[in-house]
C-alpha cells in the first residue's frame, strides 16, 4: 500500500509541476496612481509545485515526480521553459531543473522529522530546497562557465539564472509553508 502510495503522490507531484510551469504567478500590488492590481512575478510556478509536493507527499513521492519531469523533459516532448529534448543537457538553466532532484529529496527528508509541523519551519525547508536548486545552478554555471560552454558571461549568466527568480522564489516558500500546513494534516502518506 505504501508503494501505491508513493507513486500516487508522485503523480500528482508531476502533474502539479507540470501545470506549474503553464502558470505565471502574481503578487497584488497597490499603487495610487492604478490602484490594485497584481504584478507577475519573473517565474513560473514549477518550483514551488516541487516543494509542495515534497513537503507534503514525502521524498520519495517528490523525487519521483522530479525524476518523471526531467524524463520527459529530456525525451521529444518540450516541458521546459526554452523546450525540451536531450540538447537541453547544454543549457545553462539545466543545472537548476538538475537540482529538483536533491531539492526534493531534501525537503520530503526534513519533512518527515518530528516537529515539523509548525508554519515556520514548513517555510524554512521550502526556502532551503530552494537553495539547494541554487546550488545545483550555481555549479552547472561555473563548471559550463569554465567550459567555455556558453556565450555569455559568468556574471551575466548568474544574474539572469540565479540572483533575479530568486527573490520570487523565496517569495513562494511562504505560499508553500501555508499550503503545506494546511495540507500536510491531510494528505501525508510518509509519516
Not at 46 to 60: D, E, F, Y
Not at 64 to 85: D, H, N, R, T, W
Amino acid at each position: 500500500m505504501r508503494a501505491l502510495l508513493n507513486w500516487w503522490g508522485a503523480l500528482v507531484g508531476l502533474l502539479l509541476i507540470l501545470t506549474g510551469g503553464l502558470l505565471q504567478p502574481a503578487m497584488p500590488w497597490w499603487s495610487p496612481q492604478a490602484g490594485f492590481g497584481f504584478h507577475d512575478l519573473p517565474i513560473t510556478a514549477q518550483v514551488p509545485a516541487l516543494l509542495l509536493t515534497a513537503l507534503v507527499c514525502g521524498p520519495r513521492s517528490g523525487m519521483l515526480a522530479a525524476v518523471a519531469y526531467l524524463s520527459l523533459g529530456l525525451s521529444v516532448i518540450p516541458v521546459f521553459q526554452e523546450g525540451g529534448g536531450l540538447a537541453y543537457l547544454q543549457q545553462p538553466s539545466f543545472g537548476y531543473l538538475a537540482g529538483f532532484i536533491p531539492a526534493a529529496w531534501l525537503c520530503g527528508r526534513l519533512a518527515k522529522q518530528p516537529g515539523m509541523d509548525s508554519l515556520e519551519r514548513l517555510t524554512g525547508t521550502a526556502c532551503l530546497g530552494v537553495l539547494t536548486i541554487q546550488l545545483c545552478g550555481l555549479l552547472n554555471l561555473g563548471l559550463g562557465s569554465l567550459a567555455r560552454r556558453w556565450g555569455e558571461s559568468l556574471p551575466q549568466l548568474l544574474i539572469t539564472y540565479s540572483l533575479m527568480p530568486l527573490p520570487a522564489q523565496l517569495l513562494l516558500c511562504c505560499v508553500v509553508g501555508v499550503m503545506a500546513r494546511l495540507l500536510r494534516p491531510l494528505l501525508l502518506v510518509n509519516r
